[in-house]
């Protein structure tokens, strides 16, 4: 089965901080995404990459930052943590063609 | 661009009795892939069922939905639902040609499963 972690789990920041939040995976899928969830807004895209040491804005891509250093890891980065950004944030990899995302366990963000 | 619509925020249900998720799409494209992802409490989203063909049943883990094309829709039934059914899920669809970009996701629907 395909494989995704995150790290951290959880984590808690201040507002203003930088905060980096990461995704690894095992699967050799050259697609990989960041997503945050809000009850209410579904799941919204952030950034995706293709490609090592290439990313895309997606949706919502203001405030965040993204970092694709190798096919296996892609970095979601806040400059500057902000209330609004409380959130759970899924990463997700996926092979090229009509299949299916495979989704990490998730990050509990909470900026105080 | 493509939307995914899902009507129904909430469904709330008593066990043993039938559901149906409404999912609704809008594309300009033909070749497209449709998945049903369910994510249980504290966990992430996982898929459950996924079709690209017009007019055929998927099934899976006593879900069911089928594709068609003329109605834009792909509506998730179950027949008997369970007090493990209680998730979120979300409907979404993958535009050919462009994978890159990932799935587009509707706004999900909760699903509460009553005694």
């Known amino acids: 089965e395909a494989a995704v972690t995150q790290s951290p789990r959880s984590k808690v920041a201040v507002t203003g901080g930088k905060v980096t939040l990461s995704c690894h995976q095992t699967n050799n899928h050259d697609y990989m995404y960041w997503y945050r969830q809000d009850t209410g807004h579904g799941l919204r895209l952030i950034h995706y990459s293709y490609v090592a040491d290439s990313t895309e804005k997606g949706d919502i891509p203001d405030g965040y930052k993204a970092s694709r250093p190798s096919q296996e890891n892609f970095s979601l980065i806040l400059e500057l943590a902000s209330l609004s950004q409380t959130a759970v944030y899924f990463c997700?990899?996926?092979?090229?063609?009509?299949?299916?995302?495979?989704f990490g366990p998730g990050t509990r963000l909470t900026v105080l | 661009g493509d939307s995914v619509t899902q009507t129904e925020g909430l469904v709330t249900v008593t066990e043993g009795l039938p559901v149906m998720l409404n999912c609704t799409y809008q594309?300009?494209?033909?070749?497209?892939?449709f998945f049903w992802y369910v994510q249980y409490l504290n966990e992430a989203p996982k898929l459950l069922l996924r079709s690209s063909t017009d007019n055929k049943r998927t099934e899976h883990q006593g879900f069911h939905a089928t594709l068609h094309k003329s109605s834009s829709s792909f509506h998730l039934q179950k027949s008997s639902v369970q007090l493990s059914d209680s998730a979120l899920y979300y409907c979404a669809l993958s535009e050919g040609g462009n994978y890159a970009q990932g799935l587009t996701f509707g706004l999900g629907t909760r699903v509460s499963v009553f005694p």
């Open positions: 594309t300009a494209y033909s070749d497209v892939a």
């Open positions: 997700a990899s996926r092979t090229g063609g009509p299949y299916e995302q495979y």
